[in-house]
């Protein structure tokens, strides 16, 4: 730890004491005439003391970490998928790195951190990797303040530079209509429509993400009875999410996702022709625990208890639509393998939500709710550029040159 103190001199000058705690634990302190001077000093020589304990390496902190995060993940506050990033950053890239990996506290320091980072963007050419890396490295740390191995987190001063994106590259893509017409067409023609269609329409028409659409208890979506209510539609009310890869049920992405969609008599006629053609939906068993069955089971060929996997919804039922609807091939790879190719994933259709609520006037703080994105400024990141007003922008342009043009005459 480092301080600076003001000491009156019996000249009646003032001194500047700059005292910094090296890493064997000894004191060094050093006087100034000037603060300035004291504070570079402390820049010089304690920018890279962390004050670690010097009988805990690096690598034993990162297993410290991970092992308390997964009692996190089996008491159901944490996700098994962070748990998985933090165990594979430690196997594939800290231990990658003996030399950091079994520094001792006492040792790791700024520039050390930060060389391994450089060494891992060399090494991978992510720089992806490397920013999810920091991330992992700055949360060990963390832990190490927590349980007194380190006074100070060395990672807070590690940077990792990423090339400038441009606004325009960041801008998703909407099909034209015509597509979207030859997709819904194509999801009323196969060998399951009902589904199909109900699938499509919710995508398309209610915004879900995928691993919400799939984690739908067929409770969570309410129909409005179309012969007595007016304009009737539907609310889908997103509470929980499939996760794929442990092919499990877990809370929604963010507390900001946890919310009500409504849908139109069009999206809520499509569901309810999918019910009728199903019957019950089957119960789901996750983790020996018997649930509300989901609005769309996977077919019995699919032994998953009661669930899909993204893998197997994608071969049964995105691909095929994908194909009758004219935007799918089939690709053969280096080995000369066959694999199904689509012109666009399922989320898109998430961006086609937004661009016709957009259309319709939505206001964007109403927008980031219905989508359920965790701040506004994602939601103006990815569409801000759809809300325009040419006409309005005209007017305006025309109004000030007629301002200033009438005091010239």
């Known amino acids: 730890m480092a301080n600076i103190r003001k000491i009156a001199l019996k000249s009646g000058r003032i001194s500047w004491r700059a005292t910094i705690s090296s890493r064997d634990g000894k004191r060094r302190s050093k006087s100034f005439l000037r603060k300035g001077e004291a504070e570079a000093w402390i820049r010089a020589h304690d920018g890279v003391s962390v004050?670690?304990?010097?009988?805990?390496?690096?690598?034993?902190?990162?297993?410290?970490?991970?092992?308390?995060?997964?009692?996190?993940v089996t008491a159901g506050e944490r996700g098994q998928t962070t748990a998985d990033g933090y165990a594979g950053h430690l196997r594939n890239h800290l231990l990658a790195d003996p030399a950091v990996a079994g520094a001792l506290l006492s040792?790791?320091?700024?520039?050390?951190?930060?060389?391994?980072?450089?060494?891992?963007?060399?090494?991978?050419?992510?720089?992806?990797?490397?920013?999810?890396?920091k991330r992992s490295l700055s949360a060990w740390c963390a832990h190490g303040a927590r349980k007194g191995w380190l006074k100070l987190n060395p990672v807070d001063a590690v940077k990792v530079v990423e090339r400038r994106r441009r606004r325009a590259e960041g801008r998703v893509e909407i099909p034209d209509k015509g597509v979207l017409n030859d997709l819904l067409k194509a999801a009323a023609g196969g060998e399951n429509p009902a589904r199909d269609s109900a699938v499509i329409?919710?995508?398309?028409f209610?915004?879900?993400?995928?691993?919400?659409?799939?984690?739908?208890?067929?409770?969570?979506?309410?129909?409005?009875?179309?012969?007595?209510?007016?304009?009737a539609g539907g609310l889908v009310n997103v509470r929980e999410r499939l996760c794929s890869r442990y092919t499990t049920l877990?809370?929604?992405?963010?507390?900001?996702?946890a919310r009500a969609v409504p849908i139109g008599p069009a999206a809520a006629a499509a569901v309810r022709a999918w019910r009728i053609a199903r019957g019950p939906s089957p119960a789901c068993v996750v983790n020996g625990q018997k649930l509300l069955g989901r609005l769309f089971p996977p077919p019995l060929t699919v032994k998953t208890g009661g669930l899909w996997s993204y893998q197997d919804?994608?071969?049964?039922?995105?691909?095929?639509?994908?194909?009758?609807?004219?935007?799918?091939?089939?690709?053969?790879?280096?080995?000369?393998?066959?694999?199904?190719?689509?012109?666009?994933?399922?989320?898109?259709?998430?961006?086609?939500?937004?661009?016709?609520?957009?259309?319709?006037?939505?206001a964007p703080k109403r927008l980031q709710k219905l989508l359920g994105h965790a701040t506004l400024a994602m939601t103006m990141d990815l569409y801000g550029h759809l809300w325009t007003d040419d006409a309005g922008d005209q007017y305006m342009a025309a109004a000030a040159e007629k301002a200033i043009l009438l005091k010239m005459s």
């Open 201 to 204: 329409h919710l995508l398309m």
């Open 206 to 231: 209610g915004g879900l993400r995928i691993s919400e659409l799939l984690g739908l208890a067929d409770d969570a979506v309410e129909l409005r009875r179309p012969n007595r209510d007016v304009g």
């Open 51 to 72: 004050g670690g304990s010097s009988r805990v390496t690096l690598k034993e902190l990162a297993q410290n970490h991970n092992h308390w995060f997964d009692g996190l």
């Open 313 to 362: 919804w994608r071969r049964l039922c995105w691909w095929p639509i994908m194909q009758r609807a004219g935007l799918g091939e089939t690709h053969r790879d280096g080995k000369r393998i066959p694999r199904p190719h689509v012109d666009f994933g399922p989320h898109t259709l998430r961006h086609v939500y937004a661009s016709i609520q957009i259309g319709n006037g939505v």
């Open 107 to 133: 040792d790791v320091d700024t520039p050390m951190l930060q060389g391994f980072l450089d060494g891992l963007i060399a090494r991978t050419g992510s720089v992806e990797t490397a920013r999810r890396v």
């Open 250 to 257: 877990g809370d929604v992405k963010t507390d900001e996702s």
